[in-house]
């Protein structure tokens, strides 16, 4: 089972960006599915989106898909995700999680990263 | 797209029986997986394809799926079950966007 490790907590202000890695270890990267599923505080889990290192194909929940990318780099054996235009309401835990056809679910998880967005 | 909704809350006795519910439009014709979420913690799959166990997962724990309601159910429940519990499943009408319910929180009394 792959091991998901995620870059550290990030302080933004509202309008700019943010990236945070979710590097994996163990297993062959380019074979998993990376989820990122985030959690805003007191509320449940929400996912974003997804990508496929193998086929490098991405696809992303309906209502972020104008300001998030998910993009892969498998000689680092890390995932990314980017969101643009923070608000406020992006305020959340940001966890990467895969996929395998094993589970059919998610079922390793990063640490997860709290973002916050304030002025 | 497809939406999946649970009881917010649950409690139950030491050494009793837990039943969490998570109703969809029939659902049954979907994989279910539930999580296990204990505050401060990433989530844990506890149930797979509606009523499969990953390993280290206790046989207390199980799960099925019927109509318009799939079911997790903690038997013998001990304090350490306390936690939030979400259902999820993939939506195969939108390219297989994760859908999770809202949650339920488990509360051991």
């Known amino acids: 089972q792959v091991q998901l490790v995620q870059s550290g907590a990030e302080v933004k202000k509202p309008g700019s960006s943010v990236k945070v890695s979710c590097k994996a270890a163990?297993?062959?990267?380019?074979?998993?599915?990376f989820n990122w599923v985030r959690q805003a505080p007191g509320q449940g889990l929400e996912w974003m989106g997804r990508?496929?290192?193998?086929?490098?194909?991405?696809h992303y929940a309906q209502r972020f898909q104008d300001r998030f990318t998910i993009t892969a780099d498998d000689s680092a054996s890390t995932a990314y995700m980017e969101l643009r235009s923070l608000r406020s309401e992006d305020t959340a835990v940001y966890y990467c999680?895969?996929?395998?056809?094993?589970?059919?679910?998610?079922?390793?998880w990063g640490q997860g990263t709290l973002v916050t967005v304030s002025s | 797209s497809y939406v999946l909704t649970q009881t917010p809350s649950v409690s139950v006795a030491p050494g009793k029986t837990a039943t969490i519910t998570c109703g969809g439009n029939?659902?049954?014709?979907?994989?279910v997986q539930w999580y296990q979420q204990k505050p401060g913690q990433a989530p844990v799959l506890v149930i797979h394809?509606?009523?499969d166990r990953p390993s280290g997962i206790p046989e207390r724990i199980s799960g099925s799926n019927s109509g318009n309601t799939a079911t997790l159910t903690i038997s013998r429940v001990e304090a350490g079950d306390e936690a939030d519990y979400y259902c999820?499943?993939?939506?195969?009408?939108?390219?297989?966007?994760?859908?999770f319910g809202g949650g339920t929180k488990l509360t051991v009394l």
């Open positions: 999680a895969s996929y395998s056809d094993t589970s059919g679910g998610l079922d390793s």
């Open positions: 999820q499943v993939w939506d195969t009408s939108s390219d297989h966007e994760g859908i």
């Open positions: 990508i496929v290192p193998l086929f490098d194909s991405s």
């Open positions: 029939n659902i049954g014709s979907k994989s």
């Open positions: 163990g297993g062959t990267f380019s074979s998993y599915t």
């Open positions: 394809y509606d009523s």
